[in-house]
């Protein structure tokens, strides 16, 4: 069995050949049932949650090709900082499909950095205006300079603002997203004039209170909202969700967890048909994305098992032999 730590992980995965290789799972699709969901807890408190993500892809009898399945494991425990961990810590399991045969264990968490933001970039290449060169990533964790990097794989970005509400954290985020994005950095102090200014806004964070305001997007903005991965999360504000045509990773999950669509919902500021389809409707045809130049759009990500398999495949399969 193989074994792919972070740092090789990131020396065998790349942007856009990864955004390829999830939009192909997209289109193709797979089996993956719901995620199972397991809170721990101790004298009352919650300590953390555990989270299961199975997925396979079965070849056709006949047809030559591989099967895989795969099991993503995930540990949300958000006291870790105090410890020195990151908060959230994970590791996937790669099997053959035909036999169950383990074929490699891989880092869970560098490799979820890496698809979550190739999701968000199959989306952009989608949705994004071709000509989209300014982008605010709001929130510095570990996750903004792998989304940094995978929009700048399929737009021109040239400029990249990041805000986070510690300024000290933005500056550390400039800093690692400049090992690899060679355009002009800045540490926003004002999210509104960013926003007002950038064609792509990314947004990653545990907000439950909304970040980006529809008041503040410019005509023919991308929003990519990352974060706020529970019903009652939010990083935008009702205005910018009406403003824009919506589109999501995998309906069912985002009907069910996405907060920036949920609430609005709940408020009546939306209908149901508001939200246009999902990657796989925008990659089979079956809905239009961006219609127009001056249009607003916005990507909501909610995470799906499928990019786990997708990657995890195009790492095993492109690795040099052990």
Known sequence: MR??????????????????????MFKTGCESPERHHHTLTRDGATLGLHLLMPAWKLAKAGSGERSYL????VNVFPGNGARGLGSVLGAYLLF??????????????TLTYWRTAGASAVAS?????????????VGAGNLAPYIVRAHASVRPIGKV????????RAEDAAQRIGEHFKGRIEVATDLDAAVSVSDIVSAATNSREPLIRGRTLKRGAHVDLIGAFTPE????????????RVFVDVMASAMKEAG????????GAIGKDHVKGDLADLLHGRVQGRQSPDEITLFKSCGAALEDLAAAIHVYSSAAPS
Not at 7 to 23: N, W
Not at 260 to 267: E, R
């Open 3 to 24: 074994v792919f730590d972070a740092e090789a992980l990131s020396r065998t995965l790349s942007y856009p050949a990864l955004v390829d290789v999830l939009e192909a």
């Open 70 to 73: 795969g099991l993503k494991a």
């Open 96 to 109: 053959d499909g035909e036999t169950g045969q383990p074929l490699a264990v891989l880092d869970g968490t």
């Open 125 to 137: 290449r989608l949705l994004a205006r071709p000509d989209a060169s300014v982008m605010t990533m």
């Open 161 to 168: 603002m990041i805000w986070n509400r510690t300024r000290a």
């Open 233 to 244: 999360m939010r990083e935008t504000d009702e205005e910018a969700v009406k403003r824009a």
């Open 260 to 267: 920036d669509i949920l609430q609005p919902l709940a408020a």
